[in-house]
């Protein structure tokens, strides 16, 4: 089948990035703005011999997933806010046990019930901090209909090479947007499948320590025997509550974030080189900000945009290069308290002219909402 | 005569164990595995699923494929496993804390999907890796770290829960009726959908001293006294049947599991 331009809504476009991935298990709860994904999972799994479940709550989804994963199926689950708090403990469930799986959530206002069918951007530092203990946590934001789908592939990918969950945030405004993309063919788009143990079954260890931090994983079912761990454990995977082996096993876990940085922290820009303005931006604000620049650029003020693709770890590198560069920061977002904004300032330090635009009742930022702050 | 050992599921170097004298998971765990090497699981087609708490210490004693998750969500990361790949043995030991009381939703949801898992609750009725706190088994009155006046709640009745929300099969026994409870929970490992056996465990370090039972034997001859052959419970009167456990196997159907219906939505989405 060649290539064909399909008119499709973000959501459909995940679900549609996941299959291509290899995805064949989702399980979820069905939540607004996110339902769609559910949806289309139901109709596609059982044709493709992959699985829907629809589990009593997120807290199972999450669950589910995992235990999936561990028996070899590339699996997925999507929520919205409320959902995603209740994803917290086996996120870290996940990040424990090295789980490789992927998370979307469709970001919507709240707290708590909130706006329920309204945008938002509220969940970024929810995704990076929301669990107790030491870790990190890849998160990719799309900004349009084809990033939703390449950015679910990549999603997969990364957890996949990385042997850990990833958070797809997306938000209510991409994610039920139509626009037309272009499906990739089978092969076109890299897919990656985790790093199987090989040797002596007798001799593996699923949490031992590997040149970059990766451990192979096994599958419930293989030869080679796997055991894994809320608890901490050894590189045999049972309990081990001694310190050193703590300290060890932290940090390995941290360390696969730091020897993978290049793959995982991916950048767009927009005629940021010479940018006197910079618009720092993740998700669909990235499109209001680039026609702020537009106009800006139109009007003889060099205005570029920095897109996060990545937004978890953060882009620190280029952060500095190109808010160093420019005169002024402005970083849009649809929270309140300037999630993103917080963190560029940490990297650009209290001397830079950093702004913030902010929305948070459940309305888009506009372009003229952005050119105020200049 | 060979006698099954379930030496081949137990990890080297580990005994002693961790359990209290007079603890039931140990009775427990034994006829588990030696009813694994009845069956004649492999232990690389073989997955124990715990949660947290005394029983859920249980997945560093065995060298099957094994994942101890958080407190309340063995059945859901069960039940992807299972859903994920029908072809394993997947057996779930769960606590009366992990099972009905954090993990209460799963549980109904797990045997009202009947998938094929067997869930081994060690109902001890109380929480105790934690100190001695009441659960959602303890009874009304029992006094307990977090009940000095008496526990104000009732006990759930986990075999009623189970029948009631759709399992295939459950059993209840206890370590003072060791044989029966071996053939009930190799008859619970063989069964297709959704299996409980609950086994009513003493915890003499605990509820029992807390309730004048301090020593294992008591609170075993306790169990004893408080069971009664399922056949026979029936035939009693409402109030001979007051505070009386039922043992032995209490419900046993053979509706279709989560896997045979998923397979009837795979046949009409492909149109076979």
Redesign the interface.
């Known amino acids: 089948m060649k290539n064909y331009a399909s008119l499709l809504q973000g959501n459909e476009a995940m679900a549609q990035g996941a299959l291509y991935a290899g995805a064949r298990?989702y399980?979820g709860y069905p939540i607004t703005p996110s339902s769609e994904i559910a949806q289309e999972c139901s109709?596609v799994m059982?044709?493709l011999?992959g699985?829907y479940?629809q589990?009593?709550?997120e807290?199972?989804s999450m669950?589910?997933?995992?235990?999936?994963?561990?028996?070899?199926?590339k699996?997925f689950t999507a929520t919205s806010g409320p959902g995603f708090s209740l994803m917290q403990?086996?996120l870290?469930?996940a990040i424990m046990?090295e789980v490789p799986c992927v998370v979307i959530d469709v970001q919507r206002s709240g707290p708590s019930t909130g706006l329920a069918t309204k945008p938002a951007q509220s969940d970024i530092m929810q995704i990076r901090w929301g669990r107790h203990g030491d870790q990190e946590l890849i998160a990719l934001s799309p900004s349009s209909v084809g990033e939703c789908f390449s950015l679910t592939v990549e999603a997969f990918n990364l957890a996949e090479k990385l042997r850990t969950p990833v958070v797809v945030a997306a938000d209510e405004i991409v994610a039920h947007m139509r626009e037309n993309i272009l499906i990739p063919e089978p092969g076109e788009v890299e897919v990656f499948d985790r790093r199987k143990p090989t040797g002596d079954p007798a001799a593996y260890l699923p949490f031992g320590p590997a040149p970059d931090g990766v451990p192979p994983i096994s599958?419930?079912?293989?030869?080679y025997?796997?055991?894994?761990?809320?608890?901490m454990h050894g590189p045999d995977?049972?309990?081990n509550n001694g310190p050193d082996n703590a300290a060890r096993q932290i940090a390995r876990k941290n360390s696969k974030f730091e020897h993978h940085r290049a793959e995982i922290v991916k950048t767009r820009t927009y005629e940021a080189d010479d940018a006197d303005v910079l618009f720092v931006t993740f998700g669909t604000v990235t499109r209001a900000a680039r026609a702020a620049a537009r106009t800006l650029r139109e009007s003889g003020v060099r205005a570029g945009v920095l897109q996060l693709i990545t937004v978890w770890p953060f882009a620190e590198e280029a952060v500095a290069e190109f808010g160093g560069r420019a005169k002024t920061v402005v970083v849009p977002e649809m929270n309140y308290h300037g999630q993103l904004a917080g963190e560029v300032k940490k990297v650009l330090g209290a001397g830079a002219d950093v702004r913030r635009v902010n929305s948070w009742n459940g309305q888009i930022i506009t372009p003229r909402d952005i050119l105020r702050a200049i | 005569m060979t006698y099954a050992t379930g030496q081949q599921y137990l990890?080297d170097g580990v005994l002693p164990h961790m359990w209290c004298p007079g603890c039931g998971i140990g009775v427990m765990l034994r006829a588990c595995l030696r009813s694994f090497e009845e069956l004649g699981y492999r232990?690389?087609?073989t997955?124990v699923?715990t949660g947290?708490g005394c029983t859920g210490?249980l997945?560093?004693y065995v060298?099957?494929?094994?994942?101890?998750?958080?407190h309340g969500?063995a059945l859901?990361?069960?039940?992807?496993?299972?859903?994920?790949?029908d072809?394993?043995h997947v057996v779930v030991f769960m606590g009366d804390g992990d099972s009905v009381t954090i993990g209460g939703?799963?549980f109904?949801?797990a045997a009202r999907r009947n998938i094929d898992l067997t869930a081994i609750v060690i109902n001890n009725f109380n929480f105790g890796m934690t100190g001695g706190q009441f659960s959602g088994t303890t009874f009304n009155g029992a006094i307990t770290q977090t009940s000095a006046y008496g526990n104000p709640e009732r006990q759930l009745d986990i075999c009623a829960l189970a029948e009631v929300a759709g399992a295939n099969f459950v059993a209840r026994s206890t370590p003072w009726h060791v044989d029966d409870l071996s053939a009930l929970i190799t008859e619970a490992l063989s069964r297709k959908g959704f299996s409980l056996v609950e086994v009513l465990s003493p915890c003499p370090t605990h509820f029992g001293s807390n309730n004048k039972m301090k020593k294992g034997t008591d609170m075993l001859g306790w169990l004893k006294e408080r069971t009664m052959p399922v056949d026979l419970y029936r035939s009693k009167s409402p109030a001979e049947r007051a505070g009386i456990f039922p043992i032995g196997k209490l419900v046993d159907r053979c509706e279709p599991d989560f896997a045979a219906r998923?397979a009837e939505?795979?046949a009409?989405?492909?149109g076979n």
Not at chain 1, 219 to 223: I, K, L, M, R
Not at chain 1, 225 to 231: E, G, T, Y
């Open positions: 298990f399980a109709k059982p044709k011999g699985v479940m589990m009593e709550d807290i199972a669950a589910a997933i995992i235990g999936a994963s561990l028996a070899g199926v699996s403990e086996n870290g469930l046990g599958s419930y079912g293989s030869d025997i796997m055991h894994v761990s809320s608890s995977g049972y309990s | 990890k232990n690389e087609d997955v699923v947290i210490k997945d560093d060298v099957t494929h094994a994942l101890h998750t958080t969500r859901a990361c069960a039940t992807g496993i299972k859903a994920a790949k072809d394993l939703n799963h109904l949801h998923y939505v795979g009409k989405a492909t």
